[in-house]
């Protein structure tokens, strides 16, 4: 593993215990896409079917059993004790198109032709567009707290940082090649073009995140 790619995990890691904190400090999911969350339940549960029937290292199945436990926990949190604190009309994206767009393009695209590397597949397509939702809702209300702000940052510099691991990854291992991860990890960082610049030049000066009108 390089540094990137350890870098990465890291900031993922990072991100899911800066909303875990949020909500739990906060007692409240205020200005968090529950839609988005969900996707991510869906991305993790198709990815990591693997697991169960190939082991690769002992980091690697720690980081899946993270993934999977702590979307669940998110979606627990919002679904249940801190329900009456999301706003359900702010949360309006259609995902279904999104899961559907998804489905598609790992059946017309998988890396191959069975069940685990088209579920693995729908998994990649479906991570680049799951934070549509929250950005959207974002768009919507026109400003975000600071937390939220720095936890969609995270998510976004995670995939970044990931795209800097393919391309050293490309340099410097013989036959590496990844086209359905390397085209939707472009796609996913894209998404959070304008995001980024607000949040540089935004809440890093210690502003609070607020689209301009």
């Known amino acids: 593993m390089n540094i990137f790619r350890l870098a990465a995990d890291l900031l993922h ?7 875990i904190a949020r ?11 529950l839609k988005t969350q969900g996707l991510y339940v869906l991305v993790f549960a198709t990815r990591y079917l ?3 029937i190939s082991f690769v290292s002992v980091y690697n199945t720690l980081m899946k059993l ?8 998110i979606v627990f949190l919002m679904m249940s004790p ?15 198109y999104l899961v559907a767009g998804a489905a598609a393009f790992a059946l017309l695209f998988p890396h191959k032709y069975t069940v ?19 950005l959207l809702q974002m768009t919507r209300t026109g400003e975000a707290d600071n937390i939220t702000s720095h936890y969609v940052f995270a998510l976004g510099g995670y ?36 995001f980024f610049y607000i949040y540089f030049t ?12």
């Open 13 to 19: 890691l990072g991100s899911i215990f800066i909303l």
């Open 159 to 194: 995939r970044a940082l990931y795209i800097i691991n393919w391309i050293y990854r490309y340099y410097t291992e013989d036959s590496y090649s990844d086209y359905i991860a390397w085209v939707a990890g472009v796609v996913q960082t894209v998404l959070y073009g304008d």
């Open 82 to 96: 801190l329900k009456p604190t999301y706003d359900k009309a702010l949360d309006t994206l259609r995902v279904e």
């Open 116 to 134: 685990l590397e088209v579920l693995w597949s729908f998994s990649i397509y479906l991570e680049a567009v799951a934070i549509l939702p929250q």
């Open 66 to 73: 993270f993934f999977l436990a702590s979307s669940g926990y």
């Open 202 to 213: 935004r809440i890093l000066k210690g502003k609070t995140f607020k689209l301009p009108v």
């Open 23 to 33: 909500l739990r400090q906060t007692k409240s999911c205020a200005g968090i896409s």
């Open 50 to 52: 693997d697991m169960f």
